[in-house]
């Protein structure tokens, strides 16, 4: 018998039973369908959380300051007042410029004024910056223009604005903030560019970059020396913090674990009275991540693939009832001549083609789910056409593996005895 003959056969057949081979179909479908939704929300969440370390910098090692639990003194019953000092100084900032395969340096200092906006104090953050800031992190120039080293040397009352703080001070109808003034506690800055950080990381206890105003570093250290007061009543406090982040560039990416050991060890042996710092290595991150989320793939991928087997089994069930049915339509075939083996190809037939088109509407399904996922919940999802290849190859395997009983079982029916019970 010519296989296309087995073919029209089979889609006969399955055409003529559609609720039997719907409802025979449903397991390799959503089998499918869990495979192609769960790898492409794996996928996308992989993706997104690599973006996020690499908005770091692969080639950075960051450095900031930690508030220690134990810091501060009282100095009077009445009139009390608070002192607290630590995390990074100027003689650490010196001492990671001479370390080698250290490169450019970039420092961060939180001024910890409030920002204000008429009376209303708004959650934006004053910081002051060096100019190599922008190419140090994922932020870019979008209006105006950056802070030169002119505006360090005339400490000029000067910012650049993170792209909410355009919507929180000036508010929705502001179109353009270039020239506008922002008042922050005891001091006024003037607006000369915006940025915009697109990957919305957020930088060690700082925050977002897009809720940043950033001055000139040069002009909040003469201005403020790393001390902010904040006054009650009677009480003072006094923080004194001279850097609250530094990133550190490494000239060579495959001595970056060496780097960031000796520095640990630098801060280890001066800071040895309080642990008033941290260290971030990105590119250990990144690697780390990358292993932990090919492990999570591999389990999703699993999960979803014994669903897919379970799917044959239910295929294989209802063949072999199938099989029980036609017992009067097989055994008429060989009284007319068919052959054990024309018996057995065309129920294979009707079962691998039953679990294509099921691994084909399965992956129509998957798709709709992961974009339903996508569309309510926010999550970033990513599909490989390899995945979706793989997924019907592997539902036409299960058809044949699952298939190839209940074949075998109609091939062996005696025709005499099938139609003497018929």
Known sequence: MKLSDLY????????????????????????????????????????????????????????????????????SSQNQSMVEQFGITDKDLQHFRMMDNVGKITTVTDTRMEVLSGTKLLDLKLVGADKTFLDSTSAELIRGRW???VDAKSQARICVVGKNVKRKYFGLSCRNVIG????????IWRVVGEIEDPSGSELANLGSINDMIIAPQKTVSDLYDGYSYDMKRRSVNITVVHYDLIIAKVK????????ARRLKNYMVKV????????????????KQRQ??????????GSIAGISLIVGGVGIMNIMLASVY????????????????EDILLQF???????????????IATGIGLAQSVAYYAGWPVIYSYWIMVVAFAIACSIGIIFGTYPAMKAAKQNPIEVLRAE
């Open 8 to 75: 029209a056969l089979s889609l006969h057949n399955l055409f003529k039973h559609k609720v039997r081979s719907g409802l025979t179909s449903l397991g390799v479908i959503f089998g499918t369908a869990s495979v192609i939704a769960m790898l492409a929300i794996s996928e996308g969440a992989r993706e997104e959380s690599l973006a996020q370390i690499q908005s770091m910098g692969i080639e950075n090692i960051i450095v900031y300051s930690k508030k220690p639990s134990d810091v501060g003194s009282e100095t």
């Open 348 to 362: 294979l037939v009707e079962t691998v083609t039953l679990t294509a088109l099921g691994s084909i509407v399965g």
């Open 252 to 259: 060579e990416l495959k001595f970056i674990n060496n780097t």
């Open 147 to 149: 802070l030169s080293p």
């Open 180 to 187: 506008r003034t922002i008042r922050a506690k005891n001091s």
């Open 271 to 286: 800071h040895k009275e309080k642990k008033d710092w941290e260290v971030i290595v990105p590119y250990s991150l990144f």
């Open 291 to 300: 292993k932990t989320q090919q492990i999570f793939t591999v389990v999703m």
């Open 325 to 340: 049915e036609r017992r009067k339509e097989i055994g008429t075939r060989r009284a007319l001549g068919a052959k054990k």
